[in-house]
């Protein structure tokens, strides 16, 4: 008899389908854990029970309070490995047939292989990336990269155009079925009961959770918006939530979309001329570099990561404009609608969480492993995989250098130039003492006086610690910085 293929929420499409029996399970006690997103409680409950009426009769669906609930006790399951590690134990410790993991372009396997390949050198991306492309032939001609570079990051970097409040394109959007209509429902009925702590609004539901969805929301960004995603990358528009980013994070996530079928949809654009490389080159490096590379380290690196390493010594509690969401507890006006986008969708795009909140964090000396954990809880394509090495490693610098070579600090001046955000401003990012100090440019020098101590061995770190003892007024502003109220 064939055995039966529990699939977990990460394991959705039907690249985690061969065609036999299915059991799908919805544990109410996973939602009850920590405090989450209410978009993103939902939209995991909405891609579960869509795929089991789509599955029909097909598939066991169940929805009870622990995985245990159904599983304990048979011998009739397989699953493919699941994409985390208190998952991969839970399943370890029964008696469930364990196949390899898929929904990455690479496999766990080939990044093993090219790891140690590297001997004592440093897991670069770059590297892992150039050897993604050179072995899978995505964008390459023959031995060379297609355009003859393997990276177009200098036509990527515009800031936002002139005078626009928004890039053009409205992306596509799902339409919500009575599906969804149960699922707030229930939300809500569990809210109410206190068996979940929901933070943030729920609706309407802004990422595709279904297959149909998915490819509908790839095609319209490969159509409209590819072709700006690439200039318009690190750029910040306050009027513009999505700018020209893919939204596929939810789907990919989910396991919905399958990411080598995104790659290859987005090459065959530049390949009959209708998308320019910079941007399409862009596209596949966050995917088939970016993505591919976190899942890897994250075995690679250990399950204690997140938890072994704090570099810089923060120990700082997450502010409760963090823990709830609530813009109208801050003034500086780019972290303010960062978080007004987190608390109406659940989302940001890369450069306001590299940029302004994890800039923000990494400034404030907020505990990296509890902003990893916020990172997970509140984001609607957080999964506990895709974290560390951007939290603990990128953006927070946790781990002293395993994944980036230096912190991602910088003052109010980057923001003002790569976003319109500034002009309507109570601070000015040009001041960093006084009564209009931007927060961001003064907790930039408040940073590097606070971390000195350990970061004076990083190379790359020299001229903006020279430029710290060089301030005349570094005293006043770490102290303005020690008592500020409003920020
Ligand atoms: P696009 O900008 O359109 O990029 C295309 C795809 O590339 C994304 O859908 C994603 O699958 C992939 N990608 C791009 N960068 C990365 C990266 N650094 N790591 C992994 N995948 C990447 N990504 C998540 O999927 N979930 C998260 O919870 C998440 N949290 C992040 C937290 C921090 C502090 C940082 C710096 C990055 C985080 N990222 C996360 C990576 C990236 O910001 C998001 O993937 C992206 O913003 C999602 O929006 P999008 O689908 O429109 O992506």
Request: glycine share 8%; net charge negative; charged share 25%.
């Amino acid at each position: 008899m064939a055995r039966r293929r529990w699939v977990f929420a990460g394991q959705l499409g039907q690249q985690f389908d061969d065609g036999g029996p299915m059991l799908i399970i919805e544990a109410k006690s996973v939602f009850g854990r920590r405090p989450i997103h209410r978009a993103k409680a939902h939209l995991i409950l909405s891609a579960l029970r869509h795929r089991a009426r789509e599955l029909g009769d097909r598939a066991e669906f169940h929805q009870v309070q622990r995985y245990s609930d159904v599983v304990d006790g048979r011998g009739d399951l397989e699953v493919i490995d699941p994409p985390s590690w208190s998952a991969r134990r839970f399943v370890q410790r029964r008696d469930i047939t364990v196949l390899p993991s898929r929904g990455f372009v690479t496999s766990e396997a080939d990044f093993e292989r090219w790891a140690d390949s590297r001997g004592a050198r440093r897991l670069l991306l770059e590297d892992f990336y150039r050897d993604v492309r050179s072995r899978t032939g995505i964008l390459m001609e023959g031995q060379s990269p297609s355009g003859g570079n393997w990276n177009f990051d200098h036509d990527n970097r515009r800031p936002p155009p002139k005078n626009a409040a928004t890039l053009g394109h409205a992306p596509w959007w799902p339409e919500e079925d009575d599906i969804d209509e149960r699922v707030r429902r229930d939300l809500d009925h569990w809210q109410a009961e206190g068996s979940v702590r929901l933070v943030g609004d729920d609706g309407p539901r802004r990422f595709a959770v279904t297959d149909a969805e998915a490819r509908l929301s790839l095609d319209d960004f490969l159509d409209y918006r590819l072709s700006d995603f690439g200039p318009y990358e690190d750029a910040m528009l306050q009027g513009d939530w999505t700018m020209a980013h893919s939204l596929l994070s939810v789907p990919l996530n989910l396991g919905v979309l399958n990411p080598r079928e995104v790659v290859d949809a987005a090459e065959e654009r530049y390949r009959a001329g209708h998308a320019p490389l910079n941007s399409v080159e862009g596209f596949v490096r966050q995917i088939a570099g970016w993505r591919d590379y976190v899942w890897h380290l994250y075995w690679h690196l250990g399950e204690s990561y997140p938890t072994d390493h704090n570099h810089l010594n923060a120990t700082a509690p997450l502010p409760p404009a963090f823990l709830t969401l609530d813009p109208d507890l801050i003034t500086a006006h780019c972290l303010h609608e960062t978080i007004d986008g987190m608390r109406r969708h659940g989302w940001a795009h890369h450069i306001q969480r590299l940029m302004v909140l994890g800039n923000w964090a990494l400034q404030h000396g907020y505990a990296p492993a509890a902003l990893n954990d916020w990172f997970v809880d509140m984001f609607v394509d957080g999964t506990p995989w895709v974290m560390p090495a951007n939290v603990i490693g990128m953006s927070q610098h946790a781990d002293g250098g395993i994944v980036a070579t230096k912190p991602y600090a910088a003052g109010g001046a980057y923001i003002s130039t790569m976003s319109d955000y500034c002009g309507s401003c109570r601070f000015n990012p040009k001041v960093r003492l006084g009564d209009d100090a931007c927060p961001f440019t003064a907790g930039y020098w408040a940073f590097l006086d606070r971390t000195e101590g350990r970061l004076a061995g990083n190379a790359r770190m020299r001229e903006p610690l020279a430029a710290l003892r060089r301030l005349s007024d570094r005293e006043a502003v770490v102290d303005q910085e020690r008592r500020r109220e409003e920020w």
